[in-house]
């Protein structure tokens, strides 16, 4: 049950009302006050209760979901938002941002085969199009769910991987381990409704965006050891970039 937390209102101050509703909210989460899944009071209450239209509630928590703070769920209602996962502009795994935030990463091999033909994939690893690949899917989740579906195609030269392996620990490591550290990559960033399989997997409503990531990896000698589809619940991931002026 959402608690009624204490709000001020004031009605001669030259801040609109919506923008002294989601101050007062954004430092009660910034300062731990509301905590990462606490329910949060409705519009109708909170209009109700503060004496406050419901569009001046509506616009107030519409600037805390966009900034990721509140999150909506069609049957589950709104919630304070979990931490989430910050991606830096350099080439890491989701294993190693979740380990450097300080969280624990929980990994479920849902397909590893050998002999998996893809064009896409064998273009991307700089393989001829009917090259048997070998194909890992899997859902990596955290304390708090899950968090992302990825989905990887790598050479036919990985085809002893194993699902201990994988369950164990990140791909890159994997890599590494076999003498093929991962050292340059591409990524493509993007957003798309999620399937029907992704939303049972990440536990996610009908309308309910999913981030994508799409890319491959090179190790030190140039080669493609890695092609990613990945997926990502859009109110738990971020990515962070850094850009410089000419």
């Known amino acids: 049950m959402a608690v009624h937390l204490p709000v001020v209102i004031d009605r001669t101050s030259p801040t609109p009302l919506y923008h002294q509703l989601a101050e007062q909210f954004t430092a009660m989460i910034t300062d731990g006050v509301l905590k990462p899944g606490d329910p949060f009071e409705n519009e109708i209450s909170l209009a109700e209760r503060l004496e406050l239209s419901r569009p001046t509630v509506r616009r107030a928590i519409s600037e805390l979901v966009a900034e990721g703070l509140l999150t909506r769920r069609r049957g589950v209602g709104t919630t304070v938002a979990t ?74 030269e990985f085809a002893d991987l194993t699902v201990d392996e994988l369950t164990r620990t990140g791909l890159y490591d994997v890599l590494r381990t076999r003498g093929h550290p991962p050292e340059v990559g591409h990524q493509t960033i993007g957003a798309r409704a999620a ?52």
């Open 83 to 156: 931490h989430p996962v910050h991606r830096r502009d350099r080439l890491t795994s989701l294993h190693d941002d979740l380990l450097r935030t300080g969280r624990h990463p929980q990994t479920s091999v849902l397909d590893l085969r050998t002999d998996v033909i893809d064009e896409r994939a064998a273009e991307a690893l700089g393989r001829a199009p009917d090259t048997p690949l070998v194909f890992v899917r899997r859902l990596r989740s955290t304390e708090e769910g899950p968090l992302a579906v990825l989905r990887n195609w790598l050479p036919p």
């Open 195 to 246: 399937t029907s399989v992704e939303r049972r997997l990440l536990r996610l409503g009908r309308i309910d965006p999913v981030l994508t990531m799409i890319g491959h990896a090179h190790d030190g000698t140039g080669a493609v050891v890695e092609f990613g589809d990945h997926c990502y619940r859009a109110d738990q991931y971020a990515l962070d970039v850094t850009v410089h002026g000419q």
